[in-house]
Each structure stands twice: as C-alpha cells, then as structure tokens.
T-cell receptor, first 113, second 115 residues
Framework: AQSVTQLDSHVSVSEGTPVLLRCNYS??????LFWYVQHPNKGLQLLLK??????LVKGINGFEAEFKKSETSFHLTKPSAHMSDAAEYFC???????????FGKGTRLSVIA | EAQVTQNPRYLITVTGKKLTVTCSQN?????MSWYRQDPGLGLRQIYY???????DKGDVPEGYKVSRKEKRNFPLILESPSPNQTSLYFC??????????????FGDGTRLSIL
C-alpha cells in the first residue's frame, strides 16, 4: 500500500529564511513523487516532480526537493522564503498502474515579514 | 492557454436537489478525475476516467456519478446531495493515467455547500 506523511501541518518562517517542508512516503514500487502548491481560492499547481532520474529535483520559484530512498523521504526546500510563498503544500506519490494518487494532508506555510 | 475549467465556482443548495458540476479541459488529455478536499483530510479521489466512455471509482465515490461522453468534458453529478457532501471539489486532467509520471492539471475548484 502507498502512503504519504507530511510531518508538519503548519510551518511558519520569516521572510528571507530557509524553508523546509517534510514528506515521508511508503510505496511498494519505485514511485513518482510530486510537490504541489495551492494558493487561496486556487487549484493545485505543480512545483516539481521526481521520476527516478536525478535525486535532486529543481522546481519553479526556487524550490527543490531531494529524493532519499534510504530514508523514504522527499523533503521540499527553498533557501530564502518570500511572502508570496505563503500557501498550502501537498506531497503526492503516484503508485504504479492506474490507481489513485496518494496525497499527503498538506502543510500550510506562513511567511512572516 | 492550457487550462481546466470548472463551473460553478461556488454553489449553495439544499438537500436532495440534483446538481451538476461541469469540468472541461483544452489539452486533449485522456485522463480526467474528480477530487474532494476537506480540512485535515487532504484530497481524496471520487471518480476517474482513462478515456471516453471509460470511468471508474476512486476512494470516495458514494453519492456521486460521472460521465465521459466527450474527451474534453467530465461532469460530476450529485443526484441527491446531502450535507456531508459539502466540500471543495477539484477536477484534474493529465495526458496519461496516474501510473505515469505526468503531472495533473487542476481546475480552480468548486465550493459546494449543501444545506
């Protein structure tokens, strides 16, 4: 069975400081992993994806994530937070075959001026 | 512009009054799906469709129907809505099924309130 655990429901950082949003996954197969961002009153937008190529994945808006198989983790980072980064972030795992995506419960990121 | 369009964006209605939420995509995607988002539960899949006339249940299909008569459209039907279907709904599409590495493209959501 597949599962995704986002370890923090809420993260608060100061503008200009690093961001770390943590995600652990469980998958019977080599998974594809995604991070999506959801701004208020909007749908989910793809930030980045891992598909078994490079383990360090760069996404949009300066975000990146590192796939660590030994730790079954796919943490999202950004060196310097911006006010516009305040949003809800979802870690998602895609199992093999035509089965539903598995979403984490989300991490709300607050950025303090 | 590539997009997934949902209508309506907001709807308040009463128990038992049939409603349909439309979803249309302009990317010629084969795969479409519906999710509901509830606080603390993340997104859960209701139904999905791998192509025209091919639909299947997701994790929480009870109380919902879908159809896929055309590739671009995937409406969500609530035949007899109940208050526990009050939620934020998202339609999504992608060029391949969920076993692939293709990302989903999401609509902006439909907020339903069933009184």
């Amino acid at each position: 069975a597949q599962s995704v655990t986002q370890l923090d429901s809420h993260v608060s950082v100061s503008e200009g400081t690093p961001v770390l949003l943590r995600c652990n996954y469980s998958s019977s197969y080599s998974p594809s992993l995604f991070w999506y961002v959801q701004h208020p009153n909007k749908g989910l937008q793809l930030l980045l994806k891992y598909t078994s190529a490079a383990t360090l994945v760069k996404g949009i808006n300066g975000f990146e994530a590192e796939f660590k198989k030994s730790e079954t983790s796919f943490h999202l980072t950004k060196p310097s937070a911006h006010m516009s980064d305040a949003a809800e972030y979802f870690c998602v795992v895609t199992p093999r075959g035509y089965t539903p995506l598995v979403f984490g419960k989300g991490t709300r990121l607050s950025v303090i001026a | 512009e590539a997009q997934v369009t949902q209508n309506p964006r907001y709807l308040i209605t009463v128990t038992g009054k049939k409603l349909t939420v439309t979803c249309s995509q302009n990317m010629n995607h084969e795969y479409m799906s519906w999710y509901r988002q509830d606080p603390g539960l993340g997104l859960r899949q209701i139904y999905y469709s791998m192509n025209v006339e091919v639909t299947d249940k997701g994790d929480v299909p009870e109380g919902y129907k879908v159809s896929r008569k055309e590739k671009r459209n995937f409406p969500l039907i609530l035949e007899s809505p109940s208050p526990n279907q009050t939620s934020l709904y998202f339609c999504a599409s992608s060029s391949q099924g969920e076993g692939s590495n293709q990302p989903q493209h999401f609509g902006d959501g439909t907020r339903l309130s069933i009184l």
